[in-house]
């Protein structure tokens, strides 16, 4: 299985896995060798034991023999564990890399699939699949031992060793484009069923359970109908290999004994003529019904290779002064993903620390798209956003991101304690356990929702289930602000955090941009409700993608405001 590898992730994780390869091919090595013992055996039982009545002979052979073999299972379950540890440490050096950049790529199709590329690559170094492929080198070291028996027992091994990789060779070529198929398929089952677990609330309400069970039913009918093409066309093929060789084994019997009565071998070679052509074909045989899985595997390999080639090893990067916040847009553009055109074009603006700006505009005229960017959930397709003066590549994205609050439109929470979510899991990089609650309890007091909190079941220690279950939309709004307010950010960036507030949440997060503002952070929020125009600065209007209108408030919004007519003056009636 040649691989043609490209990432330095993917070069260093196989560098780690290759002391316990090389080990494992050592140890084949020696379980191969070991496997040429029996047929010693049974040439010194039939040759020597047999005519001369030797047993005590035959006990000594015995003994070897048993010795032999207990050896060769040794070695062959040291080889077991030596292929466990490859998967394991495969694991290990890809695990962490392939999770980071899945999360930082989720627009590339690997992403969706890459912990089970990675499983399958495990699964293959392992597996059988493995072991078949350090034993076919040993295939012509039996080859020559047949000779050694005799030219024309030699010969019928060759015969065999060409016929089984022809039928491995036409095996593959028949198999692969079913086998694509099939893969791509499942992929799509497997994202189309995710997609729906998620949404399966709505799905029942909606009344829209029956249908889309059809449809995922007509998808996996698809993905079947592919894999039963590849068992039928593999499953012939095999059974072609093994009816060859255990057609060569029985034939080698055959002509053991037509050479034996001539005289030109041994008795004792007749069943070790078949033993040896038995062996010599069976990783070959065994490589045949591997084909499959290692071909899985080989493409599972290669995905994993261009999702982590996407990753650009940064070098190290100076340390930049903290941040104060102070905000620049250059010309940010993104390209629609579907079809032509641009969510945003050319978009530029400034924001100085302790400013608040609202950006305004009607619906898909690519607020959230802006706001997404200058978070840096999404890259720009040309553009770039400068924090005080610096351009985003030139910090460290990890430190910058604790100094951005960032509210998405969906409010999206995680699996955990509310506590945990507010605190953007930082109990998990070794912070201080009671340095992180104080800074929990501080952003829920910013945002007004200590009292919410501490309300809930557990209060913050309040469990949400898969996708942040276990609160309305107007709390998981709220614990997402004190999520942003975490740690005081110098940069808040609000999509929409009102959306699902009522009067009491309005206020409270109107009173939260205030007092940011007094401490000179910068604030940027979406909004259709015009609750939070006391505290804003400036304002930015979208239109289509592009930057129609950015200035103070009231300027902006004397010119976006219609003109109020003129009160008409009514004549008293005498």
Known sequence: MILSLNSAGMKQALSRVRPHLVAAAVFSAGVNLLYIVPTIYMLQVYDRVVPTRGVQTLFLLT????????????????????????AAQLDLSLAARVMDASIARPDLSQAGTALRDLESAKGMLAGPAMLALFDAPWVPIYILVCFLLHPYIGLLAIVGGAALPAIAWMNERTVRPHSVRAEEQARA???LQDSLLGGA????????????????????EAMLTEQSSVNFAGGAFFTGGKFVRLALQSLALGLGALLAVEGLISPGAIFASSFLIARALQPIEQLIGAIRPLGAARRAMTRLDDLLGS?????????????????????????????DGAVLMNVSFAVEPGQAIAIIGPSGAGKSTLLRVLAGALPADRGDVRFDGSSRADWDPERLALEIGYVPQDSRLFPGTVAENIARFAGDRLVDPGEIDAMVIAAAEAVGALDLIQRLPGGFNH???????????????RVALARAFFGDPRILLLDEPNSNLDGEGDAALTKAIAEAKERGRTVLIVSHKLGVLPVIDKILLMRDGQAEMFGPRDEVLQRIMPPRPAPVAVEAKA
Do not use: C, N, W
Not at 64 to 83: E, M, P, Q
Not at 317 to 331: I, R, S, V, W
Not at 463 to 477: E, F
């Open 463 to 477: 469990r949400l289930g898969p996708g942040g279950r276990g609160l309305s939309a107007g709390q998981a709004q």
């Open 201 to 220: 609330e709505s799905i029942r309400a909606l009344g829209m359970r029956r249908a889309l069970v059809l449809r995922q039913l007509r998808a996996r």
């Open 311 to 339: 990753e650009q090893d940064a070098p190290r990067l100076t340390e930049l002064p903290p941040l104060k916040g102070a905000l620049t847009a250059e010309a940010i553009s993104v390209r629609h993903p579907d079809r």
């Open 189 to 191: 089952s497997y994202s």
């Open 63 to 86: 003994m070897v023999l048993l010795f032999a073999l207990g050896t060769l299972s040794l070695l062959d379950r040291i080889r077991s564990k030596l292929l466990a540890r490859a």
